[in-house]
């Protein structure tokens, strides 16, 4: 597939969601591109196919390297996110484990928080440990810890923003100077903002990363995960994952390559949803407390405004009387799904106590700052008044 040289990057975040990587026409002037379903690539001569093994020339040799549909949704993620360089995943923990085992080696430091999404955390709490790699974690939203901790010395500074579930927001400029000044890679878990709402590169970090299973692809239909950033560290990741061979598959790339299309539209949609279920749920006589960093109220208010273009889709709320009133008003809910994950075109809600920390205890929660009448909601497209109104009703159950 040969590409046609069009110039994206000073056009706008929808137009690069559908144009880059694939303003070319494919197989008998196809318009869309084409599921690449073959493992090999053959050559009609040696020496051509020496050059493309060597490098010396653009093509594929074997999909679990590379491969043409792969390559178009890595294109795009690359514009989305103004990378010099992008490489694509079975899904996001193999990015993040990928990541991790490419950079660091023991006896090497990485410097993260408490507030990771719990796949990452269980890497730096069970798995790294073994290979002989030292983890601090250090609360989250405490940022002189943090550049204590960096200043000691580290190989990698591992941020996430916003976390899950209470949505705490790190000033990742401020984190990202002391890092680069101390000589370590910063790498951003971005799944929550999206390009949409938030650029990691451009506040300075190495590598963005995404789980493409949530807003990416948008549907809840595909995993994967994807990398973005300078063309140095990806080569040297691409590389580990030609290795380790936790490598997207060209259906699964084609289904992110459709979902992609629509990211601006439906993410700007799910912003204004959020805040406004969030300013509906702030008033609600049986809510506790709302954590959206669109609200005056949530601590991390102020940075994000600066640092974000968007608040995002997600957000979590308390409701008076604990977990039993919780259960109580998720099941009576008719337009959600009562589900783990996030980043749908349909609202999925659930309680952390049962999703993302089911395996914490009441007290290390507590610790976390989660209330056992946490919810976490995910909007999607639908019609708000649509949302409200059901939320209403169960509410009402209560
Ligand atoms: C879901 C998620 C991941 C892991 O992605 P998978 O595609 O499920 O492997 C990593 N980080 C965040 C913030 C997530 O929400």
């Known amino acids: 597939m040969s590409k046609k040289e069009t110039n994206l990057e000073n056009l706008g975040i929808g137009t690069k969601a559908v144009w880059s990587g694939s303003t070319d026409t494919y197989y008998k002037g196809s318009t869309q591109v084409p599921i690449v379903n073959s493992v090999t690539f053959a050559y009609k001569d040696v020496d051509t196919w020496f050059d493309v093994a060597i490098g010396k020339k653009e093509g594929h040799i ?73 983890v601090e974690l250090c609360e989250t939203t405490d940022h002189d810890a943090l550049e204590r901790e960096i200043k000691k010395g580290c190989k990698v500074v591992y941020l996430e923003s916003p976390t899950n579930p209470t949505l705490k927001v790190m000033d990742l400029k401020r984190l990202i100077k002391v890092a680069h000044d101390h000589g370590a890679i910063v790498v951003v878990d971005n799944t929550f903002a999206t390009p949409v709402n938030q650029k990691p590169l451009h506040l300075g970090a190495d590598l963005v990363l995404h789980s493409a299973t949530k807003f990416i692809g948008g549907h809840s239909d595909a995993m994967g995960g994807i990398v973005c950033g300078k063309k140095e560290l990806i080569d040297k990741l691409f590389h580990f994952r030609e290795i380790t061979g936790a490598t997207l598959h060209a259906n699964t790339a084609s289904l992110l390559i459709r979902g992609l299309k629509t990211l601006e539209l439906r993410v700007l949609r799910q912003n204004e949803s959020a805040m406004k279920l969030s300013l509906y749920l702030q008033t609600h006589p049986k809510v506790e407390e709302v954590f959206y960093p669109g609200l005056e109220s949530h601590p991390s208010h102020s940075i994000a405004k600066e640092q974000m273009l968007g608040f995002g889709g997600v957000f979590s709320f308390s409701l008076k009387g604990g977990f039993e009133n919780v259960k109580i008003m998720l099941n009576n809910l008719k337009l959600a799904h009562l589900a783990a994950s996030l980043g749908s075109v349909g609202t999925l809600i659930g309680p952390p106590k049962v999703t993302s920390h089911v395996e914490a205890t009441e007290e290390e929660r507590k610790q976390l700052g989660i209330p056992e009448g946490l919810i976490r909601c995910s909007v999607g497209i639908e019609n708000i008044e649509d949302i409200i109104e059901d939320f209403e009703q169960a509410l009402s159950k209560i």
């Open 62 to 134: 074997y999909s679990r390297n590379t491969n043409p549909t792969t390559d178009v949704f890595e294109e795009k993620m690359r514009v989305l996110e103004g990378a010099e360089a992008a490489t694509s995943f079975s899904t996001g923990m193999a990015g993040i484990s990928n990541i991790l085992l490419t950079f660091l080696s023991p006896n090497d430091r990485v410097v993260s928080i408490k507030d990771t999404y719990g796949g990452t955390s269980v890497l730096f709490l069970e798995f790294l440990p073994r290979f002989g790699i030292d």
